[in-house]
């Protein structure tokens, strides 16, 4: 089992590619998923995903147009129906097109804002889940989407460890003058990790916190809710004025040592755009202060082996699931599926 063997597996995994927002012209979009050019596009309604190689002379199928009668390459106008199938050859349009004349496909979907795209047949695992999604007694805000050089294990595991809150954020999120981590819970449930942060104080003037009617510390509670492999949705509830902050997180493997983030924030409380900007200046805050130590971590995959890197009891437990259910992963499908309880194929 090696690093190779996780980063192979994780094709058979739904994948963000982009938000649906930037295919609402119906593309095509061009975007890239472990390392395979794709390029995405909205033929009758619907989400298709195919790579980006026209089957003609090979150029780039992002380069070229959608219309009614489906993607077009913009180098010799063949157009390609939402199966991949080509359907006219402008040159000759009497032609008799050959069978040989099909792009390959993807499995993708359109879900939660997301597009979603799976490399192999069947997904292992279902979709995520948001049941705030659509709720409109939330305000949903969309982040530009960002690149890091990291490996996709490395950039989710910095957002739900909780001992780099006190030093890389003091003063935003933690206070290094009580770096303690508290004892907190943590378990399987079908395709997700499950786990919480019992209790955090925030200061009340950092940019998510402005608009709360709160004096003194913000005390807060938070649920995480971990999709395997790349997805969180974070529930933070705020019990002295019984509201909530949410954070729905999903990371795109665009390749062994990089990926893409995409980011809603959502708040039941202050819908002013003033507020957005507040959220959004604060979000890219927190971004920055992350981005350098993680980019800095070596070896830039994170490891399979559970005894590469030093691990602590308690502070460490959430890393510790997270690296185990991956070396489930990594074992291929059918060890995927039986750690989310599952019955294997």
């Not at 509670?221 to 969180?232: A, E, S």
């Amino acid at each position: 089992m090696s690093e190779d063997g996780l980063y192979e597996a994780l094709r058979g995994f739904w994948h963000p590619v982009a938000y649906a927002s930037e295919l609402a012209g119906g593309g095509p979009l061009a975007v890239t998923l472990l390392d395979e050019p794709l390029v995405l596009a909205r033929i009758d309604g619907q989400v298709s995903a195919f790579r980006d190689i026209c089957v003609h002379r090979g150029t780039a199928l992002s380069l070229g147009s959608v219309s009614e009668e489906g993607l077009r390459c913009g180098y010799h106008g063949w157009t390609y129906n939402g199966e991949g199938r080509c359907t006219r050859i402008p040159a000759r349009p009497d032609v008799k097109i050959p069978s040989r004349a099909r792009l390959t496909a993807y499995r993708a979907a359109e879900h939660l804002g997301l597009i979603w795209v799976c490399l192999t047949g069947d997904p292992v695992y279902p979709l995520p889940e948001n049941p705030y999604f659509g709720d409109e007694s939330f305000r949903h805000v969309e982040v530009e989407p960002y690149d890091w050089r990291c490996a996709l294990p490395r950039r989710i595991e910095n957002y739900v460890d909780f001992g780099h809150f006190a030093w890389v954020h003091d003063g935003v999120l933690g206070d290094s003058a009580h770096p303690e981590v508290p004892d907190h819970s943590i378990g399987r449930h079908r395709n997700e990790l499950r786990f919480e942060h019992p209790h955090m104080a925030e200061p009340p003037d950092s940019g998510k916190n402005r608009s709360l009617e709160i004096t003194g510390a913000v005390e807060v509670k938070l649920d995480y809710r971990l999709f395997m492999p790349n997805t969180i949705l974070l529930d933070q509830y705020i019990e002295s004025v019984d509201q909530r902050y949410l954070l729905f997180f999903s990371v795109c493997p665009t390749g062994r040592r990089s990926c893409r983030c995409f980011t809603f924030m959502g708040r039941d409380y202050a819908f002013e755009e003033a507020t957005d900007t507040e959220m959004l200046d604060f979000n890219a805050l927190v971004i920055g202060q992350d981005l350098a130590f993680v980019e800095s971590q070596r070896p830039e995959e994170l490891p399979v082996d559970l005894s590469a890197e030093l691990q602590i009891a308690g502070v460490d437990r959430v890393a510790i699931e997270y690296r185990r259910w991956l070396r489930e992963i990594a074992r291929g499908p059918d060890a995927a599926r039986q750690a989310a309880g599952q019955r294997a194929g």
